[in-house]
């Protein structure tokens, strides 16, 4: 039995979906089916970090072995300051998870309810010490949050956690670096 042909696939999806797409057009329509439908990851001290692009928004699913809370974030510029995340605390009732922002040292829960709105919890878990989280982010928060969402987009990513519940309470973990969205 032959084997599958991924790259074959994907191309022969892409043609499907846009009849008539040749050259450069079928090559952007590739990129866009392949950056829609495969995860990216990114595993530092202990955490897991995995997002893909799905109907104008960022899919997220970040777990780690902590029964503290755990962020994941995104910046425009190689700075802590500034950087827009999702933190969550998911061990002690109630769970909470929110889009917060880094202001260095400390960080604040970013106010309006369009903006919660636009964080949406898909699901979360705690369970033999190890907290998941997923998500979906609306790309277009990211224009209020000063921060590009978008698939392809190059951002300065943060990945934290604690061993604390308590949001005020500083990291164990912290990983920043640049990632492509």
């Known amino acids: 039995m032959p084997g599958f042909d991924r790259r074959r696939f994907l191309a022969g999806a892409a043609?499907?979906?846009a009849p008539g797409l040749t050259g450069p057009a079928m090559a952007e329509s590739l990129t866009l089916v392949r950056q829609q439908g495969?995860?990216?990851?990114h595993f530092r001290g202990g955490m897991l970090f995995r997002w893909r692009h799905e109907e104008g928004a960022l899919l997220g699913e970040v777990s780690a072995a902590t029964a503290g809370w755990m962020a994941v974030g995104f910046n425009d510029a190689e700075s802590l300051k500034?950087?827009?995340?999702?933190?969550?605390q998911l061990s002690v009732p109630p769970a909470r998870v929110e889009l917060r922002r880094a202001l260095v040292p400390d960080h604040i829960r970013i106010e309006g309810a369009a903006v919660q709105e636009a964080l949406q919890v898909r699901r979360r878990s705690y369970a033999t010490g190890r907290s998941q989280l997923d998500f979906r982010l609306l790309h277009a928060v990211g224009d209020t949050l000063g921060v590009n969402l978008s698939p392809g987009a190059t951002t300065y990513l943060l990945m934290a956690w604690s061993r604390s519940p308590d949001f005020a309470h500083h990291s164990a973990f912290r990983d920043q670096r640049d990632v492509v969205l």
């Open 82 to 88: 500034g950087t827009c995340f999702v933190m969550a």
């Open 15 to 17: 043609a499907a979906a």
């Open 38 to 41: 495969e995860w990216r990851s």
